[in-house]
């Protein structure tokens, strides 16, 4: 079957070849993964699991960066702060509570019209192929 989108075809081969392309990917993916857990396992015997390291090896040179991420404990450093009386260093974040809307709308208590123009929604496309015949 052929369809014609914008001047451009779309073959039965177009879509047999990006079905074996994406399982090649997800293949290639899983070896990739594993590879990097050998290359931390060693890292991390060698160096330490929280060091940077490289090493080279037949013109090939491994690198392993530590990326350091940094955030305060929500429930702890608001309590410590309140302790402290400086809640001035407190953000207070007002957002709606989608589950309570959702509850509020079924009971009743809400009605669609007390919310338009409220809600947001997106859009993205996605693409699948997918065999029909067991391979």
């Known amino acids: 079957m052929l369809l014609k989108n914008n001047d451009s075809l779309i073959t039965g081969e177009m879509l047999r070849r990006y079905y074996e392309l994406n399982k090649k990917k997800k293949e290639i993916e899983v070896e990739m993964n594993e590879l990097k857990d050998v290359f931390h396992q060693y890292f991390d015997k060698l160096i ?9 090896i037949n013109g090939y040179k491994l ?18 702060l309140e302790e402290l009386q400086m809640n001035d260093l407190i953000q207070v ?6 589950r309570k809307i959702k509850s509020a709308l079924n009971l009743g208590l809400l009605n669609e019209k007390h919310l338009e123009g409220c809600l947001i929604t997106t859009y993205s496309p996605a693409i699948s192929v997918k065999t029909l015949t067991p391979r």
């Not at 330490?48 to 090493?55: A, F, Q, T």
């Not at 690198?63 to 410590?80: A, D, P």
């Not at 974040?93 to 989608?98: I, R």
């Open 48 to 56: 330490g699991s929280n060091d940077k390291g490289e090493m080279t």
């Open 93 to 98: 974040v007002k957002k709606p509570d989608d």
């Open 63 to 80: 690198q392993r960066q530590m990326r350091k991420t940094e955030k305060y404990n929500e429930e702890v450093t608001i309590k410590r």
